[in-house]
């Protein structure tokens, strides 16, 4: 994964998250069918088993921007019958769909999906910004979060939510050590004016 950070640019269209591209994930009619549950319009469906049963499951998600609420929230569907039914929502998270990456990943000793998500930029200028970083574990209703942040002058920093998954904390670490080497991992999450 390559992450760039580079001046503000306008975004004018938007963009659906970079998903896994499986035909069979983003079929039309089960779109629809999740914009039929949800009452709001999801741009990407990925099918895995995220609960570690037999059942096979859809996940997706929806932006929630309002003049007082703003985020992302994933969704979980069990199919049953080739119809989706909904089963568990994350709490709200900071994030946009927006120019953003999505996907099912496997990770060493965990023997189900996770969702990935990755905001890839958010700009605070021509010299900094910062991205978040979500992995989902719907079997155990976990969501672990990282918020690296580059800000002029100082060294990069990347905030890791508490958690005792070192195979995890090790699979985020990794993905951004390949574009910021010397980030140094901070205790408190920072908050940026």
């Not at 932006?63 to 089963?87: A, C, M, R, Y």
């Not at 946009?96 to 969702?115: A, E, G, M, Q, Y």
């Not at 930029?121 to 910004?129: I, L, P, R, V």
Request: proline share 5%.
């Amino acid at each position: 994964m390559v992450i760039f950070i580079s001046g503000c640019r306008e975004k004018t269209e938007y963009q659906p998250p970079i998903v896994n591209n499986n035909s069979k994930d983003n079929s039309e009619e089960l779109i629809k069918g999740l914009n039929t549950i949800l009452n709001s319009e999801v741009n990407f469906a990925l099918k895995g088993n995220f609960t570690g049963d037999s059942t096979l499951q859809v996940v997706t998600g929806t932006e929630i921007l309002t003049k007082k609420v703003w985020g992302i929230k994933f969704h979980l569907f069990e199919i049953k019958d080739n119809k989706p039914g909904k089963e568990i929502d994350t709490k709200l998270l900071d994030g946009s769909f927006k120019d953003c990456k999505v996907d099912k990943v496997n990770i060493p000793r965990i023997d189900h999906d996770l969702v990935y998500y990755n905001s890839l930029n958010y700009f605070m200028g021509s010299d900094g910004g910062e991205i978040f970083t979500y992995i989902i574990d719907f079997r155990d209703q976990k969501t672990y979060y990282a918020h690296l942040v580059v800000e002029p002058g100082k060294p990069v920093s990347l905030f890791l939510s508490i958690n005792n998954n070192q195979e995890i904390y090790l699979y985020i670490t990794s993905s951004f050590k390949k574009d910021f080497p010397n980030f140094k991992i901070v205790p408190k999450d920072p908050v940026l004016n």
